[in-house]
């Protein structure tokens, strides 16, 4: 296996490899053009030629950052706001209908617990699956590994840890259900 099949596969891969490197690289000068460009409708056609997959509309204001952008698949009718971070060493998936507050972070990598494979470089990940019609609030931050069902709202501030089926609002750290909807 390659490296980004290891890291795709959630197993331990070495981040160092000289072909993730020159793909995050790639990512950076499309992260900073990105940024840079005030026409809603350019950003939005960066993000349909980048990201692995979208649906036709998709809007999203900078600051956006990402490791590669191409393991982040989101549906039709996508909003977010500024100043999102979605770190993507395994994938990110969105349904339909989704609404993300401003400061949100979607993050799939993890580093192993032991200090030897830590400081050689290699991490691993666990994807994050998220579904139809869900809002995240402002600052929200959802841990590798994380699925949320259909219809989920996450209150302001939450740091969601494990995964929540439908329709249900959750809020804190960690999140906890405080509503079904």
Not at 79 to 85: G, H
Not at 126 to 154: E, Y
Request: glycine share 10%; proline share 4%; aromatic share 8%.
């Amino acid at each position: 296996m390659t490296e980004r099949e290891k890291m795709l596969a959630g197993q331990l891969y070495d981040a160092s490899d000289s072909d993730l490197k020159s793909e995050r690289l790639s990512t950076r000068q499309k992260i900073m053009a990105f940024n840079q460009e005030l026409d809603r409708s350019k950003r939005s056609e960066m993000l349909k030629s980048w990201l692995g997959s979208t649906g036709e509309y998709i809007m999203m204001e900078p600051n956006f950052v990402c490791d590669y952008g191409s393991n982040i698949h989101v549906g039709e009718n996508f909003y977010a706001n500024f100043n999102q971070t979605f770190l993507d060493v395994c994938e990110i998936r969105i349904g339909d209908n989704a609404m993300i507050g401003p400061n949100c972070q979607l993050l799939t990598p993890l580093h192993p617990l032991d200090a030897e494979e830590r400081i050689a470089g290699l991490e691993y990940g666990a994807p994050i699956t998220i579904g139809d019609n869900v809002w995240l609030g402002g600052g929200v931050t959802i841990l590798p590994g994380v699925t949320l069902g259909d219809n989920v709202v996450v209150g302001a501030g939450s740091v969601v840890t494990k995964s929540f089926g439908n329709n249900v609002a959750i809020a804190g750290n960690p999140a906890r259900v405080i509503k079904q909807l």
